[in-house]
């Protein structure tokens, strides 16, 4: 249980388009969501809180019209790039908060989307 | 305010040798501490947390961790390396134990010799 996934896994993409990366968590509900890019060699940085039915709550530096954020049900949030440049090249990482259980909220963690903007 | 601080960007150890990767936090509030495991191109797994219990926390594959609050720290430990082992490894800090919001050491790679 408690599975995380996300899709695509690893994505190409022209500078200029848009990209759409999902996040599920598959057993169990999540009223918040993470968000979080990781540059090569380097930590976790997180980019924004998703609420489910309401707006993200993005951190200081994240261009909120550049990563779109929706998190329309308790199993699904979606982060899209928007007109995507070379720059935004990275590794977007997910996790989902487990709220079903009583006394026992975990936090679990996508296996990652390698996004790759040429 | 939070933070973790991982000394070592890079440590090797040979195979069957103690693993030893440090973390140093700072907390405004009495903290969660977390321990996870990053093998290439994959998400992050958790190794273990401390959540106030116990302070020697032990984990998945061996790991152990031991909280220390005089000295602000909470070191990954493995008393034999296997060369399974060899991943990048991230400590993090929270003030609850959902991690409602972590906030992540710069990692530390390890490399097992065989």
């Known amino acids: 249980g408690a599975v995380v996934s996300q899709h695509p896994s690893r994505v190409i993409c022209k500078s200029g388009t848009s990209v759409k990366i999902e996040c599920r968590s598959l057993?169990?509900?999540?009223?918040?969501m993470f968000w979080y890019r990781q540059f090569p060699k380097q930590s976790l940085m997180l980019m924004a809180t998703?609420?489910?039915?309401?707006?993200?709550?993005?951190e200081q530096g994240v261009e909120k019209d550049k990563f779109l954020i929706n998190h329309a049900s308790l199993t699904l949030s979606t982060l899209t790039v928007t007109s995507a440049h070379p720059e935004d090249s990275s590794f977007y990482i997910c996790?989902?908060?487990?709220?079903?259980?009583?006394?026992?909220?975990?936090?679990?963690f996508g296996p990652g989307t390698r996004l790759t903007v040429t | 305010a939070q933070s973790v601080t991982q000394l070592g960007s890079h440590v090797s150890v040979s195979e069957g040798a103690l693993v030893l990767l440090r973390c140093n936090y700072s907390?405004?509030?009495?903290?969660?501490l977390f321990w996870y495991v990053q093998y290439p191109n994959q998400g992050l797994q958790l190794l273990l947390k401390?959540?106030?219990?116990?302070?020697l926390v032990k984990g998945i594959n061996g790991f152990e961790a031991e909280f220390k609050k005089s000295e602000t720290s909470f070191h990954l430990t493995k008393p034999s390396a296997h060369m399974s082992d060899a991943a990048e490894y991230f400590c993090?800090?929270?003030?609850?134990?959902?991690?409602?919001?972590?906030?992540f050491g710069t990692g530390t790679s390890l490399t097992v010799i065989p």
């Open positions: 996790s989902a908060r487990d709220n079903g259980l009583a006394g026992k909220d975990e936090q679990y």
């Open positions: 057993d169990f509900q999540a009223t918040t």
């Open positions: 998703s609420n489910e039915g309401s707006k993200a709550t993005y």
């Open positions: 907390s405004s509030v009495p903290p969660y």
């Open positions: 401390y959540t106030s219990a116990a302070t």
């Open positions: 993090a800090v929270s003030h609850t134990n959902t991690g409602n919001q972590f906030y």
